[in-house]
């Protein structure tokens, strides 16, 4: 067994001298032509590009839990020396965030703790907040004057193919 290891390893070690040596894979970037040179996105631009799609099926309680996450994302981001760049992007029935749905159970508490939540992202650095127009609509006039910064856009699926676009990873919050 030892042998076979031995061989394996002075075959893998030749091989990779092999490669090492050619000029294709042994050419350095000083040696690479400048029009041949592409630079990498950095690993914090692409990191801290994220797109929040957050969908309908959420109580309030899952919706407080999950507004946490990504507040702590932020902050997690931020300790690590990476600025965010987020947008959350709320959609269908997560628009509602301040409404007690029928039966749902939940204290007034929690409502206020989720506007609480989305009232500070509108104040930090690096974080957008977009909803559906038309939903929006539901959303008491006293909650969205203290959600200004709240963009409402005509199509949210729009909105979610362009922002991937742009280089945003999505996650998505059903």
Known sequence: MK???????????????????????????????????TAAPSDTAV????????????????????????RQTYDDLVQEGIEPDMVIVFRGLAVNFSRQRSGSGYSRKIQQENISLVQQFQDLPGMRLEAD?????????????????????????????????EGYHLITIN
Do not use: C, Y
């Open 3 to 37: 042998t076979k290891m031995s061989w394996l390893m002075l075959i893998v070690t030749a091989w990779l001298l092999v490669l090492a040596s050619h000029p294709l894979t042994a050419q350095t970037a000083a040696e690479t032509p400048p029009e041949e040179q």
């Open 47 to 70: 990191a801290s590009k994220i797109l929040w799609d957050i969908d309908l099926r959420l109580t309030p309680q899952e919706l407080n839990t999950f507004l946490k996450a990504i």
């Open 133 to 165: 127009q038309a939903t929006m609509r539901g959303v008491p006039s006293e909650v969205r004057r203290t959600l200004p910064a709240v963009k409402e856009v005509t199509n949210v699926f729009i909105t979610l193919i362009k922002h991937q676009a």
